[in-house]
C-alpha cells in the first residue's frame, strides 16, 4: 500500500506562488501517471494537472500558463508550482498516483486559500 504524503499549502495572497510537494512511501516504478486535483467547498472534486512516468503534462484549462506540474521519478515524488493565483484558486488539492495495474492511491489533502 503506497502513501501519499503533501505539503506545501498555506494562506497566499492574490498574484502570490506556492509550491506543493507529494512524496511516495516508497519508490516504485509501478506508478504511471501523478496527479494534483482539487475541490472547492460545495463543488466536485476536478482534475488540475497530470504528468507522466515518461514526464508529459496536462493541464485544467483553467490553471494553463499559471501552474507547472513536475515529478521526480527516483523519488516518486510530484510537485504543482502554482504562481499568479486567484481566489478562484482556493480549494483542498490533492496528489494521487496511478498504477499501470490500475490501483490508485491518494493523499490526505492540504489546503490553499487565496486571500487578501
Known amino acids: 500500500q503506497v502513501q501519499l504524503v503533501e505539503s506545501g499549502g498555506g494562506l497566499v495572497q492574490p498574484g502570490g506562488s506556492l509550491r506543493l510537494s507529494c512524496a511516495a512511501s516508497?519508490?516504485?516504478?509501478?506508478?504511471?501517471?501523478m496527479s494534483w486535483y482539487r475541490q472547492a467547498p460545495g463543488k466536485e472534486r476536478e482534475l488540475v494537472a497530470i504528468c507522466t512516468r515518461g514526464g508529459s503534462t496536462k493541464y485544467a484549462d483553467s490553471v494553463k500558463g499559471r501552474f507547472t506540474i513536475s515529478r521526480e521519478n527516483a523519488k516518486n515524488t510530484v510537485y504543482l508550482q502554482m504562481n499568479s493565483l486567484k481566489p478562484e484558486d482556493t480549494a483542498v488539492y490533492y496528489c494521487?498516483?496511478?498504477?499501470?495495474?490500475?490501483?490508485?492511491?491518494w493523499g490526505q489533502g492540504t489546503q490553499v486559500t487565496v486571500s487578501s
Open positions: 516508497e519508490v516504485t516504478s509501478r506508478i504511471n501517471l
Open positions: 494521487n498516483a496511478a498504477e499501470y495495474s490500475g490501483g490508485s492511491y
